[in-house]
């Protein structure tokens, strides 16, 4: 079992997920930073002045804090912009390395006769 569970982690995958979630969370830092240091203080001032973080509601003894939720708004359309941005980069770099105009590769002896014997046994039944 020991020796199981050493293979699954020596997987690719399991380590590029490992890196993609140390990577998204500095990202996460960065964007924060951005959105609080950057952005809510620019709107803000557009806004005449409005401290978003100082945002709240008093409802009997509890504070809603709904300046902090619209900062984590604008955090995630960030994160999902960015995302986006991401997946599309790949996906063009995707096509542009599958090279359409060439055909596809010659069939090899082998296979195409298991396709005739395919398609024999089919006919028969």
């Known amino acids: 079992m020991l020796n199981e569970f050493r293979e699954f982690l020596q997987r690719g995958n399991v380590v590029d997920l490992a890196v993609a979630v140390i990577l998204g969370a500095a990202f996460t830092g960065i964007v924060n930073s951005i959105v609080d240091d950057i ?7 557009i806004l005449g002045g409005l401290d978003f973080s100082g945002l ?3 409802v009997g003894e ?9 900062e984590a708004v604008v955090n995630f359309i960030i994160i999902g912009f960015a995302m986006f ?6 996906n063009r770099l995707r096509r542009e390395q ?7 590769p010659e069939t090899t002896p082998e296979v195409k006769l298991l396709t005739e014997i395919r398609n024999l046994m089919q006919e028969r039944e």
């Open 39 to 45: 952005f809510m203080p620019i709107i803000g001032i």
């Open 56 to 58: 709240t509601i008093q």
């Open 62 to 70: 509890a504070k809603i804090l709904y300046g902090s939720f619209l």
């Open 85 to 90: 941005l991401v997946v599309r980069g790949y």
């Open 98 to 104: 599958v090279d359409e105009t060439q055909p596809p």
